[in-house]
């Protein structure tokens, strides 16, 4: 795929698979290869391996490398595959230069977790790891400390296709987006459906979601309602699904991606726990009242 065609793509949703874990706790390629295809099956037109949903920081480098060609051949075409590289610089180049060998579309680099990362280095560190791949980039970025001059000049890099924007600070958002008009850059929601309306209305192009592995079609109808400028549509279904996102959020996030396993595992997909330092199983009474949402899903008429 092209640059300017995978750029394309970014306008669509960007859906982070789970990993799945065997009885041992290693990598199931089977069922992991399994919510892939479905997520490919439905539509949706990025998958991105190795993503925080999918338990990159969890992963060893060989884990992730093997989690690239699951995730590609799972996909069989149907949809963009976005590897995922993070870590040391030269880390995340040995990960790119293994999506490039698997076959990846693109590569979507982690925003760096080090704590003394100077905010401005930060695009830097992007950049570097930009500059040593062929691949179209994804830069990912957690924070609001990078000044709007960097964020910009990281957006107009010639080797970044997107930038995923995961902050809440729709000011700066929509500063970055005022600042690149009449360029190519492109700007991501990060912070998936319940943030794709706002985002959107500022000047965003598509939105990551974790959702995509339990209820697509809802990922989908939002894109859709949003393509449309239908806010109305796009209201109705953010809503239907907050209470399942704001689960996510309990415990400083700690529960993000169990939640989206346990919703797998009520689904029949025995997904194995969520490793350390995540949490590993939700409390019964999260479980239950989850277990109510998703056959709620199943009767409340929004899709």
């Not at 793509?9 to 479905?38: C, F, K, M």
């Not at 051949?73 to 293994?98: C, K, P």
Request: contains cysteine; glycine residues 8%; negative net charge.
């Amino acid at each position: 795929m092209d640059f300017k065609a995978y750029r394309q793509v970014l306008h669509g949703i960007s859906g982070v698979h789970a990993t799945a874990y065997d009885a041992q706790g290693e990598i199931d390629p089977a069922l992991t290869g399994r919510i892939i295809s479905s997520i490919a099956a439905a539509g949706v037109h990025n998958i991105v391996s190795g993503g925080n949903t999918g338990e990159f920081y969890s992963l060893t480098l060989d884990e992730i490398i093997r989690l690239q060609a699951i995730a590609i051949e799972a996909n069989a075409g149907r949809a963009a595959v976005t590897a995922s590289a993070g870590r040391s610089v030269r880390d995340a180049i040995h990960l790119a230069q293994a999506a490039t060998a698997n076959g990846a579309d693109g590569l979507m680099i982690h925003h760096p977790l080090d704590p003394f990362a100077a905010p401005h280095a930060q695009v830097d560190y992007f950049i570097a790891i930009a500059e040593a791949t062929e691949l179209p980039v994804v830069a990912y970025i957690r924070s609001d400390q990078i000044p709007l001059d960097d964020m910009v000049r990281l957006a107009t890099h010639p080797r970044i296709a997107g930038v995923k924007f995961a902050a809440t600070n729709t000011m700066l958002f929509f500063e970055c987006c005022r600042a690149t008009k009449g360029t190519d850059a492109t700007w991501i929601c990060g912070l998936a459906e319940s943030w794709a309306l706002p985002f959107h209305a500022l000047g965003g192009k598509g939105f990551t979601s974790g959702l995509v592995n339990i209820a697509p079609e809802r990922s989908l109808a939002v894109w859709r309602a949003l393509e449309a400028g239908d806010y109305a549509r796009a209201r109705a279904v953010v809503d239907s699904i907050a209470e399942f996102e704001t689960m996510r959020t309990k415990y400083r996030n700690g529960a993000n991606v169990t939640v989206v396993k346990e919703a797998l595992q009520i689904r029949g997909l025995p997904v194995g726990p969520t490793r350390l330092p995540g949490l590993e199983r939700l409390e019964p009474q999260d479980r239950a009242r989850l277990e109510h949402i998703i056959k709620h899903w199943e009767t409340d008429g929004i899709m």
